[in-house]
């Protein structure tokens, strides 16, 4: 029979898989506790890293419906279980692990997906959410000016010939330029 620590321990993982929309596993051999606690401060408020039971971890990601860290439990392992953006946490982990190569990233999971330790890496190198709202909103900004400014040409346009069409008929001026411009018909005596 289960001690009860250890299912409440089960459940506290299993709901840390459940909560977040990725999670990152690392092996941490040789890092001290400062190293650690230093680490979880450089992750941020919204990045657990969770020093975990390689099997209470097996047990807790198969009832969250986890697949990603199969058979790739063992060792001192960690997980960091991130509920909030992604690439903050992964450049975090990067950052962390170039003055700290004691820091192992194994794998991860992002959105229900398995990606490898180089897919971490590369989600690192990716701007943050942020930036990139940013910049797409610099991007649809300047476009929306630019079609402001294409639509706005012909309408001017178009606003300035009715005006001038107005101005004419209101100084007694033939209505169509073409029609005052043409010569009159002649008329034939017979």
């Known amino acids: 029979m289960a001690k009860p620590e250890k299912v409440a321990a089960v459940k506290e993982i299993t709901a840390l898989f459940q909560g977040s929309n990725a999670a990152v596993l690392t092996e941490y051999r040789g890092l001290s506790v400062a190293q650690l606690t230093q680490l979880r401060t450089t992750l ?4 657990t890293y ?15 419906g986890v697949t990603a860290f ?14 909030g953006d992604p690439v903050e946490a992964a450049k975090g982990l990067r950052d962390f692990a170039r003055t700290n190569p004691q820091l192992v990233v194994k794998s991860g999971l992002l959105e229900g997906r398995a990606i490898s330790a180089a897919d971490v890496t590369a989600l690192a190198d990716l701007e943050s ?23 706005q040409a012909p309408l001017s346009k178009t606003v300035r010939t009715v005006e001038a069409l107005r101005e004419k008929q209101a100084a007694g001026a033939p209505a169509d ?5 043409a010569p009159a018909a002649e008329t034939v005596d017979a």
């Open 177 to 181: 330029a073409a029609a005052a411009e």
């Open 129 to 151: 959410r942020e930036v990139l709202l940013s910049k797409v909103a610099g991007v649809l900004k300047a476009s929306q000016a630019k079609a402001a400014a294409l639509f």
């Open 70 to 83: 199969e058979g790739q439990l063992s060792g001192p392992s960690a997980i960091a279980f991130i509920a």
């Open 50 to 64: 969770a020093v975990l039971k390689n099997t209470l971890a097996t047990i807790a990601a198969k009832e969250a």
């Open 44 to 47: 941020g408020p919204d990045t």
